[in-house]
T-cell receptor, first 115, second 111 residues
Framework: AAGVIQSPRHLIKEKRETATLKCYPI?????VYWYQQGPGQDPQFLIS???????DKGSIPDRFSAQQFSDYHSELNMSSLELGDSALYFC??????????????FGPGTRLTVT | GDSVTQMEGPVTLSEEAFLTINCTYT??????LFWYVQYPGEGLQLLLK?????DKGSNKGFEATYRKETTSFHLEKGSVQVSDSAVYFC??????????FGKGTRLHILP
């Protein structure tokens, strides 16, 4: 069965650079969530989209922005990168709305390293 | 605020040992409770869930029972395998529809 696809899987950037992470949800899923997981930490919710509209916002820095496109894929844009942005970024998708209790299917993550 | 507390790891067991990973929660109302597993280099996978008191979630030999009186959702497995080595996250979804994760427990199973 198709799963959530994230690209790239690994990304190395320097401080103050920008990065774009992509997420392709499971086919027919209309809701996308982004999470940040620091080393040895639990995932922290950043932002979510339902039917191409932002549905919820968590601890996403102002330097980050995201959007969901007409084909339901989503991109997380990160600017003015800082060392502390080094983390594993997960995307998850679900069907039918933004209720977090709906089962979320997680992608493998993009490991971002800022040097 | 709402929170999830789970036992710190790493937990190291021998193959075929009995596993318990404790998880307790603080939340208003009746949250849904989940266990996720994260294998090395992979994303989170939903392992099991329970949506109301006394429900028992089970999958792949793992079980957890929603205990409202003790606000707990401990994960158990009768006989662990090397392939169970992973990080396990307890989580809840609260009445504001927010998912809150515990800090994760790393499990090592020795052959």
């Amino acid at each position: 069965a198709a799963g959530v696809i994230q690209s790239p899987r690994h990304l190395i950037k320097e401080k103050r650079e920008t990065a774009t992470l992509k997420c392709y949800p499971i086919p027919r899923h209309d809701t996308v969530y982004w999470y940040q997981q620091g080393p040895g930490q639990d995932p922290q919710f950043l932002i979510s989209f339902y039917e191409k509209m932002q549905s919820d916002k968590g601890s996403i820095p102002d330097r980050f922005s995201a959007q969901q496109f007409s084909d339901y894929h989503s991109e997380l844009n990160m600017s003015s990168l800082e060392l502390g942005d080094s983390a594993l970024y997960f995307c998850a998708s679900s069907l039918g709305g933004t209720r977090a209790s709906y089962e979320q299917y997680f992608g493998p993550g993009t490991r971002l390293t800022v040097t | 605020g709402d929170s999830v507390t789970q036992m710190e790891g790493p937990v190291t067991l021998s193959e075929e040992a009995f596993l318990t990973i404790n998880c307790t929660y603080t939340a208003t109302g009746y949250p849904s409770l989940f266990w996720y597993v994260q294998y090395p280099g992979e994303g989170l996978q939903l392992l099991l869930k329970a949506t109301k008191a006394d429900d028992k979630g089970s999958n792949k030999g793992f079980e957890a029972t929603y205990r409202k009186e003790t606000t707990s959702f401990h994960l158990e497995k009768g006989s662990v395998q090397v392939s169970d080595s992973a990080v396990y996250f307890c989580a809840l979804v609260n009445r504001d529809d927010k998912i809150i994760f515990g800090k994760g427990t790393r499990l090592h199973i020795l052959p």
